[in-house]
Each structure stands twice: as structure tokens, then as C-alpha cells.
């Protein structure tokens, strides 16, 4: 029997075994290969696997996206949403409180993960420039997070939302229910999307393999339910090379100078 591909995923998906399974089965079918869909406990297990051959491939979020571009694994694929190659995170609260940007200092904040881009880097680099400092706890997961807004745990959060150009409606049912009480306080700056990065020990057939599968998906009825069920995206594109590069120089110099507590 053939060696088992690793494919990891974010533990945002730690709770969606029916979609994991999906994801599984579409990329044997499209590769022909034993691949095997796990949840990453953390984003830098995640990179680590990557770096030392223990996973084939990876859904990575941004930040993951631009460190291993920093170690030469180049991100083969980036993610399209309604068109647009960037997001951008949006502050929320529950609904009802009133609050601004400058009311943020010395709230409780429930962030995804430390290197979540939308989940916490992106927010937490706008309350440093504003001067803020928060109380921050992780989550996990976008859902979980937001949960701990709602049930009152925590008095903030950050979830991904469109570019600017798109409007700044956020889809609060992908991490909550539609009626879910809550607000934007604030939107953070824009990054580039997730990416798709390979190991390079991937032989050149899977790594063919693995790209058309996935870049082809959106051609099929069941490849676009699956991109959006399972990774909440329209299409995936080639990455220009380098493209995650400021995003890794930006967030990095945060990582080291980061107020909060």
C-alpha cells in the first residue's frame, strides 16, 4: 500500500469533519493519490510540518503563506474571493455596545490564534498604532471566538472580511448565526488571501497534480461547492512569486514589538 499524502488544514476546520472528508475525496479523485486531510493543531505546526517533509501540502493562512516563502517554499496557489487576491480583517463586538476604535483599550479580546492574519495580527497591529493595549486569549477558531463575544467572555474579536473595494459587508453566518448580535467596531489593512504551499520534497507529477486539481476546482458544480464549503473561496490562482513578502516584514516587526497582554 502507498504512503499516505498529508494535507493539512487550519484548526479552524478542527469542528467540520463532514467538509474535511469532502476535501479528502476531491483530491484523491483529482490526483489519484492517498491523500489525507488532518487538522494542524496551530498555524506554526502547521509551517513546521511543511519545513520538514511531514506534510506534502498545506490550506495556509497568510502569515504561514509568507514565512514559508521567506524559507524558499514558494505558495503555489493563492485563494480568489468575488474577484479580489486581499482581505482584511473587521473588529467586532456585541451588538448594543456602543463602542468606538478609542473605547478598545484594556478590553478583553478573544483572537483565533497567534498568527492568525484576520483572527488577531491584523487587528492586533491596528490597536498598536492607535496606542491600545487589550487582554488577549485564543481560541482557536473564528466560531469559537466569536462565541466567547457572544456568551460574554471576551468583549472583542476578528474575523476576515472583503477588500475595501468590496464593500464592507462582513458574512457573520461563516462564523455565527445570521442574527448573531453583533457589530464592526473597526476594519484593519488588507493582506493578501490564504495561499496552497507544497513541501519541497513533492515530486513534480503530485505537485502538477495537486495544483490543477484544486486551480481547476471552480469549472465543476461539485469543485465550487467544495471551495466554498470548505475553504470559503470562489477560485484558486498561481501566487505571483514573492507575493506575501511585505506582509512577512510587516507583521513580523509587530510579532516583536506587541503590546498586548
Not at 464593500?167 to 461563516?174: S, Y
Amino acid at each position: 500500500m502507498a504512503a499516505s499524502v498529508r494535507f493539512l488544514v487550519p484548526s479552524s476546520l478542527a469542528d467540520a469533519p463532514a467538509e474535511r472528508r469532502a476535501l479528502e475525496q476531491f483530491l484523491r479523485q483529482g490526483t489519484l493519490a492517498p491523500i489525507e486531510v488532518e487538522v494542524a493543531r496551530s498555524y506554526d505546526e502547521l509551517a513546521t510540518a511543511l519545513m520538514s517533509g511531514a506534510a506534502a501540502a498545506a490550506w495556509a493562512p497568510p502569515y504561514a503563506c509568507a514565512r514559508l516563502e521567506a524559507v524558499a517554499l514558494p505558495v503555489a496557489l493563492r485563494a480568489m474571493r468575488r474577484g479580489q487576491a486581499t482581505y482584511r480583517g473587521a473588529i467586532l463586538c456585541r451588538a448594543g455596545q456602543r463602542l468606538s476604535l478609542e473605547d478598545l483599550g484594556g478590553q478583553r479580546a478573544a483572537w483565533v490564534d497567534p498568527e492568525s492574519i484576520a483572527g488577531h495580527l491584523l487587528a492586533a497591529a491596528l490597536l498598536k498604532r492607535q496606542g491600545l493595549t487589550v487582554h488577549s486569549q485564543y481560541f482557536g477558531s473564528y466560531r469559537a471566538a466569536v462565541s466567547a463575544v457572544l456568551d460574554g467572555r471576551a468583549d472583542l474579536t476578528s474575523v476576515y472580511a472583503p477588500p475595501a473595494g468590496a464593500g464592507d459587508r462582513v458574512d457573520l453566518h461563516t462564523f455565527a448565526a445570521p442574527n448573531a448580535p453583533l457589530q464592526v467596531v473597526a476594519f484593519t489593512d488588507e493582506t493578501p488571501n490564504d495561499g496552497v504551499v507544497l513541501a519541497p520534497y513533492v515530486s513534480a507529477e503530485l505537485r502538477r497534480a495537486l495544483t490543477t486539481t484544486l486551480s481547476t476546482a471552480a469549472e465543476k458544480p461539485e469543485g465550487r461547492a467544495l471551495l466554498q464549503e470548505v475553504f470559503h473561496v470562489d477560485a484558486f490562482e498561481p501566487a505571483p512569486p514573492g507575493s506575501y513578502r511585505a506582509l512577512y516584514v510587516a507583521l513580523r516587526q509587530l510579532r516583536f514589538t506587541d503590546t498586548t497582554g
